[in-house]
């Protein structure tokens, strides 16, 4: 490079001025090195200049917390880098352009830190770096070389001999628990960093010395479940409460709670075991038997049981339907024995009469011959059957006993035998009336002869024969029963004597009303009508039903005036007068009242008298030929039944049409002699002062079928 001259005497001189030629050449300009030179400094001073007037100026300062006062903040000496390319340390500052940087900072005894920085485009900033100190260790000296766990403000930290590491700095509590010795705790500031400490502890005991002997000796001490050793032995416990067991072969364990006191040594009194149980493994043929020890029951087999040794036991196996199984065992201390015990059954002899003598005999189900018999039965229940066809079975449960001979008797009834074996003899239905069974019944003599007295010419003589068992109400319905099916009804008065009296017989009814009552009181007792009706009106019969429904002519005939030494003429018998109050006629005292009543007969009523009140008939029915008529089921004829034929009629319900039906009996307006014949018939439609009715129904099985 040609230096340039910087003489301060040289001298430029003019020259003359010389026109250019064309011949003359072009002067061409040369980049030297300092041409470059200064190129490349202007370019960097440019820099730099742009650099001071953008960059900001920053302070990086590492701190720490403070040990005794963690709020606070110190600051550390540390070495701190920064990622920025362009920087300028100026002091403890430094010029860097704004953006994110990466800080890198590190010291001795504290865990290094990068972080992230953003300088913005404010003149002068300030970062804080916090640094944490490393974790210090804990060297614990105890006055004596345990083992014990150490725990760090309540964490567990490690264990000693040993020294602890990794205990963070700052305040802390250490607690050392040591078995036997109390837990201790104290304070220590941890000043971290790496260092270990040494920290003194002194611990309080929490045992006593147990001793512990035995008979016999060798006896297994177990403590909380751990073996501590063998009888005899002296032992630390630790204080508060254990489960001591002492146990030996042979003998029965010895368990105990003890209450241990700190530095309280004990001295336990020698420990005598007893021998242990003999096992006894009980078993039955058949199982489920009954174990009784000693007079103590013990539950069924098959079962284990302990036993007293060295002492006889009483076992007694029991088990319905079998013998007592008695036995006397003798076991060792721990001895087992297997007993199976086969119970011989316990057989009785039951005598079993049976009727008819044919008929089958079962067993708990299996056929044991027919007839009479012996049977061996053992002393559990049994069920015993006897069959026959045509004959309801039966069967009934036996448990055979010792204490009496035992004799079981059996006679079997045919379906209707067991039919009539459940029907009551008398009933009251929910109405009130009482109704008694007749089901022996037979011929019945209709009709009057021609020399009876005061005889009628509709009292043509014919036989009939009842063969169907029915009920019949022992009173006439009263008054009160028959507003229970028709509230509004009234029997009225006669010449200012009321008729409408509770017990009184209800009158002034018609057939109709009468039959419809009938059918409304077997809807109510659930039986099927007897009567069947058409808007509201009876339209004709049902013979098979089992509903209520009037007496037919014979039966009220049957009832009235049959007897087995031949017929009743009147209610008394066969004289003109009544003897005795027989039953509510027209009396003297009804003579202002009636046309005709009887002379010198008093039966304190004027007019009806309440039911029952009269002496029953050879029936067992009251007031059948007094107080009240009475409507029939039959349609009226002059001729009776002997329109349905010359032969003796089974069961007639009468001429199957009519204009009207029969009324039959006296009542108490009736006086006149002839009228009070057992033979007299009446007839009507529309109901009348002394007419009224009582009930009936077939009882079940018709004897011709």
Known sequence: MTKLDTSENRIIAPVDFQAPTGETSRARFKMTGTHWALIVIGFFSLLFITFISLAKSIELRAISASLNSPEKFNRVAANISISAYIKLPLGNRMLVLPGTYQVAVSADGYA?????????????????????????????????????????????????????????????QITVDAPLFRPSTQSILVRGKGETQTLSMALVPAWAEYSFTSEPSGAAVIVDGELLGETPIATKLEEGTHELVIE????????????????????????????????????????????????????????????????????????????????????????????????????????????PADATVLVDGAVRGSGSQTLALNTLPHT?????????????????????????????????????????????????????????????????SRRENGRRSNEVEYQAELTKPFYVAVHE???????????????????????????????????????LYCNWLSELEGFDPFYQTVSGYVSGLNPAANGYRLLTEVEWAWLARN?????????????????????????QKAAELLAFTLADYDDGYRGPSPVGRFPENHRGLHD????????????????????????????????????????????????????????????????????GFRVARYAGLNKSN
């Open 248 to 355: 030996a072969a042979k003998y029965k364990p010895f368990s105990q709670t003890i209450a241990v006191v700190a530095e309280q040594g004990l001295v336990i009194p020698t420990i005598s075991l007893e021998p242990a149980d003999g096992i006894l493994e009980l078993s039955s043929e058949p199982t489920g038997a009954a174990v009784v020890l000693n007079q103590q029951f013990k539950g069924v087999t098959p079962l284990s049981l302990s036993v007293r040794p060295h002492a006889e036991q009483s076992v007694k196996v029991y088990k319905a339907g079998f013998k007592l199984a008695d036995q006397v065992l003798l076991l060792e201390p721990n001895q087992k024995q297997v007993s199976n015990v086969a119970l011989e059954p316990d057989i009785i002899n039951v005598r079993l009469s049976v009727s």
């Open 563 to 587: 007897k087995s030494d031949g017929l009743l003429v009147y209610p008394w018998g066969a004289s003109n007068t009544p003897a005795t109050k027989v039953a509510n006629f027209a009396d």
């Open 477 to 515: 319905t009263t008054n009160k029963q028959f507003r229970a099916f028709k509230k509004t009804h009234n029997s009225g008065n006669y010449k200012g004597k009321s008729l409408d009296a509770n017990k009184a017989p209800a009158v002034n009814i018609s057939w109709q009303e009468a039959a």
């Open 624 to 691: 059948l030929a007094g107080n009240a008529a009475e409507w029939v089921n039959d349609w009226y004829s002059a001729r009776g039944n002997t329109e349905l034929g010359s032969a003796i009629l089974k069961d007639p319900l009468g001429p199957s049409i009519g204009e009207f039906h029969v009324i039959r009996g006296a009542s108490w307006a009736k006086g006149y002699l002839p009228q009070l014949r057992l033979a007299y018939r009446d007839y009507g439609a529309k109901g009348k002062f002394d007419v």
């Open 112 to 172: 290094p830190v990068s972080q992230s920085i953003d300088v913005s485009e404010q003149r002068h900033q300030q970062f804080e770096l916090v640094l944490q100190r490393l974790p210090g260790a804990l060297e614990i000296v105890l006055p004596e070389q345990l083992e014990a766990k150490v725990l760090v403000d309540g964490e567990l930290a490690g264990s000693i001999p040993g020294v602890i590491t990794g205990i963070p700095a700052g305040k802390r």
């Open 384 to 448: 015993i059957s006897v069959r026959k066809p045509g004959y309801r079975s039966q069967t009934l449960e036996v448990v055979p006993t010792r204490t009496n001979q035992q004799l079981i008797s059996i006679n079997l009834l045919t379906e209707e035998q067991h039919y009539w074996a459940q029907v009551p003899a008398e009933y009251t239905n929910r109405v009130g009336h009482q109704m008694k069974l007749f089901k022996t019944l037979g011929l019945v003599k209709m009709g009057s």
